[in-house]
């Protein structure tokens, strides 16, 4: 009997097949496997994972066949990944077919296969195949048992087992197949369903070769991506995608890793890997603080890398120090309840800028406290502060930068915030007749204290007032003196004012006990001095008794306002202190001052009068002076002065080494001015002689530095002999502080030639 015209058709066409795959996989052999390349990963599958999972594979039955996962090997059945016939009475079409296929990931090939299974066939129609697709359409075949072919006997199963796995290399194939199908016979175009026919994969390895990087990017949002300062923990988003899904992405600031993300793979499965968004975090205390780029670096199953683009990250965990602060107009009190916090933020390169400043007020020596705080871009003064009432308080602050940082232990050292709205309170207090010039005002501040005032006088009925010399005793009294010796007598009335140290100004024109308070001048005693110089007086008288005429000289000291003395010697000065009732003021202490020519007043000395008021005070006759005598007075006397002046005549030494010459000779005349001090560049002196009626100056000349002085002087033109009579003048100058005056004078007698008569 000859087969039907189809089914010869359809054996012709498995036949065709199977003998493809048998040429196919003797080229593959040929070839030997492809060299081991970078980027791959495995599918583990069935019993080669500790789950058994066999989620990789797709399956696929007609009518007639089945599949099964039944990976654990502990079980009832067949185990594994089993595609086969299901058994019955009947039989199956042709074509009819149950498979597992294992399909690459996108943009993938497969690079091996290591395999272990079993197959069972009792109808040799049955193919049981086990092979792996390039994507150029041709077939490696992996195992391949025929139909119609090696066909056991009769009612006798066929068995192939591969109990250990094997490595098959697939060189870039693309799909994996494990399939039962009906291939019929000549003679016959179906198979049978009364037995088993099924091939078992135990253990399936493929090694999946990918070449395609994956791709990241970081995702937008947040402050530190942003490019923000930024301390502590932050949180970095990202997109990441790839064929084979991306295993792990991770975060670098320069080249220190600074977070990661590791996601769940799964490498029983087709793609092991998600794709997609995901976020990590980024603990920046152990990162480099400043500016600086940050990348994502993106892994995928099979290991490729990818990096992102970078973005510009700002790290600072650092608080800011404490920096030194000031008041603006500083810490001295005020009636203002304004103030302002001055501070200066040191330049810091590369770390976050102030952007905020803490505060605190509390009452100096209490637990009274406010807080509060400003920003503001490099913030760096903190205004308009309030304190909560009068008094003293500390303010500090602390700052905290753009990343967050700040530490209150880090408070300036405190500075001092003084607020007195309030005025003093003041008054005059009674005057004392043992100091009757003094004039107190009793001032009173309970807040910030008297920090100084004034005291007025005026004239009554003058309209113009005065100032007192004025000190603060004590912190709460004004004291002043009332200058009665200088001021006209009369009535006067007073006023003060006084200044708190916040600035706050009282006045008053009363006393404590609500009087004007007026005083009449003069407060004290009036007082007289008077002085002069002690000087020798000569008087005479002329006398006549019994027709004989007889001059009497009568020498007597008097004391007069000015005297003129030669240099050299003493001469003294006298004086009384007198009250105004002509009583005596002994042992009253008198001030001496002195003016000498050319320089400024000075003190020289201090007498005490005696029981009747009288003193004498001594000076060498060496200059001209001036002399003050100055009784300062008393809580109950006013003071006075008397004064006298003292003229000292300058004069010089005047020798000559001969004093008897003959015409045509020399002589040196020499001395040394007296008197002291002497200009710098020494005295001016005046060689005269006498003609006639007066004195006439033939040489001028300037002593030494020490007075002394030189010069020689010829004769030329004596006849005869003749008496010349010489002095040296001294003329008054700048440096030099005595009276003009001469020397001495002296003779030289020069004898020449008799004169001739005409």
Known sequence: MKPPRRFLDRWLRVSLVTAALVLVALLTSAAGPPPARAGQFTIATCQANGDYSSGAFADFATRGMKWRRACNPLGPGLRGLVTANVPGEGHVAVESQSAFVLEAPPETTFSSLDWSGYAHRRDCRYALQLYAVRPDGSVDTIKNVKANHSCPKVKMAQASSWPRPTAYQLGGASRIVQRVVCMGAPSADYCSAKGQNYLQTFTAEVTVVDETPPSVSVSPGGPFVAGEWVSGTQTVGYEASDNTGVKEVEGFAGSQAAGSSARACDYTQRIPCPSGSGQFVVETQHLPEGTQQLHLVATDAAGNQAESSPVTVRIDNTPPGAVPVAVEGGEAWRNRDSFSLLWQNAPEEDRAPITAAHWRICRVGTQECQAGTATGPSISSVGGLTVPGPGEWEAQIWRQDAAGNTQPQNASVPVRLRFDPEPPELGFEPTSAQDPDRVA?????????????????????????????????????????????????G??????????????????????????????????????????ILARKVHRKVLHHHGRRRVVRHVTTEEVPKETVGVGGKARFSGRLLDRAGNPLAGATVTVYQEVPEEAEAQVGTVTTGPDGAFTYEVPAESSRHLRFVYGGTATTLPSEGSAELLVRGASTLKVDHDHVLNGQSVDFSGEVEGRPLPADGKLIELQYRASDEWVTFRTIRSDAKGRWSIEYPFKRTCGVEEYRFRVELPGEAGYPLEPGHSHVLTVIVRGRPCQMF
């Open 491 to 532: 009535e006067y009335q007073l006023r003060a004012t006084a200044t708190d140290r916040a600035g706050n100004e009282a006045a008053t024109e009363s006393r404590v006990d609500g009087q004007p308070m007026k005083v009449t001048l003069p407060l004290r005693v009036p007082t007289s001095l008077g002085a002069g």
């Open 441 to 489: 005002v009793h001032v009173a501040d309970k807040v910030s204290g008297v920090a100084g005032g004034e005291i007025e006088l005026s004239r009554v009925g003058s309209g113009v007032w005065q100032p007192l010399a004025t000190t603060l005793e004590g912190g709460d009294e004004l004291v002043g003196r009332i200058e009665d010796a200088s001021l006209p007598a």
